[in-house]
Every structure is written in structure tokens, then in C-alpha cells.
């Protein structure tokens, strides 16, 4: 019977809620961090190990003499936990990111520019530093997981959100809003798609691996919310959830230089996961939909603002330069109203097979069985 966890991390967004799974599951759980960010929510029960997990060292040390039924690797140096913990686990389960697959953080490796959409666990993973460093050493990563641990379960995240984020996207929106700004830029509408996940869903997802060892030993599962929104749809959703009136200034996206940390890559290309192996092998469904998650978050946020100049907003790298942004608004603005009417003769459509608003109108006023 399996009774004794390890969690490596355990204290970040989705280990909060990872540590409170086991312990419901009934668990014997341990978590080994440095201890610099101890949290309210984890239960009591819990153990704590406070060793650096980048310390293949000290890692070592808090090994002597233990061993356990499963480890959870979320933190730290994962390739030296892989060496290190072969051996002395049953079940193996790591945690780490969408930036092994080539494309994600490079979109000009594929012409035209811009990842597929979507991409499932067979995509190819980055093989060349100079493709994407990061995403070479995120790549070779997983394969030193599966060299100690062949019956291993990694799941790759995107950008996390939900409470104690470590890259808060929504920060962009929320401190806008909190600044009494009515006005936010976006490129090309807002409607590129940049798949994320919420904390409880990922949390969620890892557990379901835990669960079913044999449904998930040996494979790679991308993790995310079912629903992915598109930029415009999570400015608005903020701003809904904070009772906010915030006016989405679209621009082309050579001009719209505000949103770059909103959009956290150099192209408004889509970024997209195909979730059918998490669904499918281990039947992942969200635990809180998309639209519910973005606006908890907004009014977390709201009631935990970030200071000014704290690593998150470092990290976000938002200048909140607003007297600059208005002259971009502005002078865009103007640009707009200087442009000259254009007539055509015969005025392009929307095609005669779309049916909706504005669309071709129907051939008989009722409708006949």
C-alpha cells in the first residue's frame, strides 16, 4: 500500500493545492523546500524538509536513509532530483514546461512565423541551443527524467495564473484598473490565443497521474485549462470581475508596444495545447472553467496588489509608463480620424455561406418542418 509522498516545492501556486490532494487522498506527506516561503494553507499534518532543492549536495543529504512511495519533483533542479531520487521512489511524477516544444518561445522557426496550432505531446521538442536555449535545457530535461525514471509522469505547464503567480499576466490588467486608468492597448483586436493554467486546474491534473500510475507511467502530458482565451477576452473578463469600465485600444502589433508583457512573446502568433492525452488517459476535465478562474484571480490581486518594482512586476517587465501611453493612444487616435474615406463600387463581403448577424438573410420569413 502506498502511504509516504514527497513533494519537492509544495509552497508555490499549484503546490499548495497538490499538498492539500494528498493529504485528502490520505497521503503521509513530506515537503522539501528552502523554507523562505512557508504558506497558511498547508495543513499541519504535513512535514517539512527544509534542503535546497539546486543543491545536488544537500539534496543528497536529505535522502540518507529515506525513501518513499512517491515523489513529487516541482521544484529545483530536476535533472539532479532525476539522478538522485533513482532508486529510492515508487512512483516518479515531474513537473515542467511548454518551452520543450520547438516553437514555443522561437515562432520564427516555422515559416510563415508562428507555432502550429495546436500542439499535442508528439510535436518535436527543441534539439538546438541556438533554436532556444531555454527550451533546449527545458527539453533535455524530460529526457533525463525518463533515462532514471522510465515509468516517470511529466506534465508540462504554460504560464500559471491564480493566487502567488510567479509571472502575473493579469497584473498588466489589474494595476491599470486599481490606478484608475480607462483606457488599455492591445494588438490586432486582443485575438491571439495564449494557452495558460490555473492553479487548482493544474494542481488537478497532476493528481489525476498520481491516481492512476499505470494510465500515466512513461508519458508526457501538456496541462492547461480546457478553454483557451484570447487577450481581448481576458482584459474584458478582468476588468468585468473588478466593476471596471476599460476601453480596449487596438493597435497594429508594430505599434502596440504596451502590450508586450501582456503578451509575453515577440509575435501575436497563437500558442496553443492539445490537451486529448491529458483527457483522454487520464480524464482531465477543469476543476474551475476558465472564465470562473481569470476573474478569482483578477479580485486576488485586487485584494493582494503587487508593490511597485517587486519581482513580479520585474519579472512582468511593465514600466506602467502611462503619460507615454497616452501619446500613443492619442497620436493613434488622430492618426485614425486623418484617414480618408475609401469607396468601393462594389463594397467585399462576408461570404454568402455565413449566417449570422449581418449575414445573408433567410429565403422565407418562417421556418417549415
Known amino acids: 500500500m502506498r502511504t509516504r509522498a514527497l513533494v519537492i516545492g509544495g509552497t508555490g501556486p499549484t503546490g499548495i493545492h497538490i499538498v492539500q490532494g494528498l493529504i ?23 512535514t517539512h524538509l527544509h534542503h535546497d532543492p539546486y543543491d545536488a549536495d544537500d539534496l543528497r543529504r536529505a535522502f540518507e536513509g529515506r525513501t518513499y512511495d512517491l515523489v513529487i519533483a516541482m521544484y529545483g533542479r530536476l535533472r539532479r532530483i532525476a539522478e538522485i531520487t533513482a532508486g529510492r521512489v515508487g512512483q516518479f511524477v515531474s513537473v515542467g ?34 533554436e532556444d536555449e531555454k527550451g ?57 490565443l495564449h494557452h495558460h493554467g490555473f492553479t487548482e486546474n493544474l494542481a488537478h491534473a497532476v493528481l489525476l497521474g498520481v491516481d492512476q500510475p499505470e494510465a500515466a507511467a512513461g508519458k508526457v502530458f501538456n496541462a492547461a485549462d ?23 485600444v487596438s493597435m497594429p502589433w508594430d505599434l502596440a508596444t504596451p502590450a508586450r508583457p501582456l503578451m509575453a512573446q515577440p509575435l501575436p502568433t497563437h500558442r496553443v495545447l492539445d490537451l486529448t492525452r ?9 476543476l474551475v ?16 496588489p503587487i508593490m511597485p518594482g517587486a519581482p513580479e512586476e520585474v519579472v512582468l517587465t511593465d514600466p506602467f509608463d502611462y503619460a507615454a501611453e497616452d501619446r500613443l493612444i492619442d497620436a493613434w487616435i488622430a492618426l485614425r480620424a486623418a484617414m480618408p474615406s475609401v469607396h468601393f463600387a462594389n463594397e467585399p463581403g462576408i461570404g454568402l455561406a455565413y449566417s449570422g448577424p449581418g449575414g445573408r438573410p433567410r429565403t422565407r420569413t418562417t421556418f417549415e418542418a
Not at 98 to 126: K, Y
Not at 278 to 286: E, S
Request: charged share 25%; aromatic share 8%.
Open 24 to 46: 485528502d487522498r490520505g497521503w503521509d506527506v513530506t515537503i522539501l523546500h528552502r523554507g523562505t516561503h512557508e504558506r497558511a494553507e498547508t495543513p499541519d499534518a504535513v
Open 97 to 130: 514546461g511548454v518551452p520543450a516544444i520547438r516553437g514555443w518561445m522561437n515562432p520564427f522557426l516555422f515559416e510563415p512565423n508562428g507555432l502550429p496550432v495546436p500542439v499535442d505531446e508528439h510535436q518535436p521538442t527543441v534539439q538546438e541551443p541556438a
Open 136 to 192: 533546449y535545457r527545458v527539453a533535455q530535461t524530460e529526457s533525463v527524467v525518463f533515462e532514471h525514471h522510465p515509468a516517470a509522469a511529466h506534465f508540462r505547464y504554460p504560464y500559471v495564473y491564480g493566487p502567488y503567480q510567479v509571472v502575473p499576466r493579469e497584473w498588466s490588467i489589474v494595476r491599470r484598473i486599481l490606478d484608475g486608468r480607462s483606457r488599455i492597448v492591445v494588438p490586432d483586436d486582443g485575438l491571439t
Open 226 to 248: 480546457e478553454e483557451v482565451l484570447t487577450v481581448r477576452q481576458v482584459v474584458e473578463l478582468c476588468a468585468s470581475a473588478l466593476d471596471h469600465e476599460l476601453e480596449i
Open 278 to 286: 491529458l483527457k483522454a488517459d487520464l480524464g482531465y476535465r477543469d
Open 289 to 304: 472553467p476558465a472564465r470562473t478562474a481569470l476573474a478569482r484571480t483578477a479580485r486576488w490581486l485586487a485584494a493582494n
